[in-house]
């Protein structure tokens, strides 16, 4: 079994800056991308920045320049350094990865992790 386990301090005051992580355990062969998407009370869920496995990467308009995505591929995981956070970025955060396992690609999430940005 295949799970996205996200960790990373949670709370923040305005202007602030957090760090998520994002590790895939189990047996995975590949991963070909991996991202972050985030999802507001009552609002759609949106990519936030992703990256491919050689490096390359992709943001959201409002998150460029503010925030970096990076990868570990040897540790399986992805990171997201979060800079001047603002109260309006208070969402759950979920860490995405496309993987190969059980012989077969697939989309894998994880449980999502909640962040609060206080004014």
């Known amino acids: 079994q295949v799970i996205l386990v996200e960790s990373g301090v949670c709370s923040v005051a305005s202007g602030g800056s957090l760090r998520l992580s994002c590790a895939a355990s189990?047996?995975?062969?590949?991963?070909?991308?991996m991202a972050w998407y985030r999802q507001a009370p009552e609002k759609q869920r949106d990519l936030v920045a992703i990256i491919s496995r050689g490096g390359l990467t992709n943001y959201a308009d409002s998150m460029k320049g503010r925030w970096a995505i990076s990868r570990d591929n040897a540790k399986n995981t992805v990171y997201l350094q979060m800079n001047s956070l603002k109260p309006e970025e208070t969402a759950v955060y979920y860490c995405?990865?496309?993987?190969?396992?059980?012989?077969?690609?697939?989309?894998?999430w994880g449980k999502g992790t909640h962040v609060t940005v206080s004014s």
């Open positions: 189990g047996t995975v062969f590949s991963i070909n991308d």
């Open positions: 995405y990865a496309r993987l190969f396992y059980r012989a077969a690609w697939g989309d894998y």
